[in-house]
């Protein structure tokens, strides 16, 4: 995983498209039944420490989510953990050369935060 790029995707194959709905819906539920800012509630819980990465993900790669996940993604990525962890993606120097082809094969990097 790659923190600090942003994608312009290619296309999304029909696995990885069915994947990010279940996950968009996943949270709508979520942030509906519990009414909270988070998944269980008001509170910062397990399950949404769980999704954080994919929080990630869904930045990196502007995946296309309704806009309450939306915001829920952009409340995890605002959190002070969230933040150190993107921080320290920033300045890491190690590269994963696999990783940077998948970016690569993915689409267009169009940002690169790394330093």
């Known amino acids: 995983m790659n923190c600090a790029i942003t994608v312009d ?3 999304l194959n029909a696995d990885l498209e069915r994947d990010v709905c279940r996950i968009d819906e996943l949270w709508q539920e979520g942030l509906a039944r519990f009414g909270g800012g988070f998944l269980a509630g008001e509170r910062f819980t397990a399950v949404d420490a769980s999704y ?8 990196s790669y502007q995946l296309a989510i309704s806009p309450e996940s939306f915001a829920y993604c952009q409340k995890l990525l605002s959190l002070p ?6 921080a ?4 890491e120097s190690w590269r994963e050369e696999a990783h940077e082809e998948e970016e690569k ?3 267009r990097v169009i ?5």
């Open 9 to 11: 995707l290619s296309s």
């Open 52 to 59: 954080c990465s994919v929080a990630f993900r869904v930045q």
């Open 81 to 86: 953990a969230m933040k150190v962890w993107d």
């Open 88 to 91: 320290a993606a920033i300045k």
């Open 105 to 107: 094969a993915a689409g």
């Open 111 to 115: 940002a690169d935060r790394r330093k």
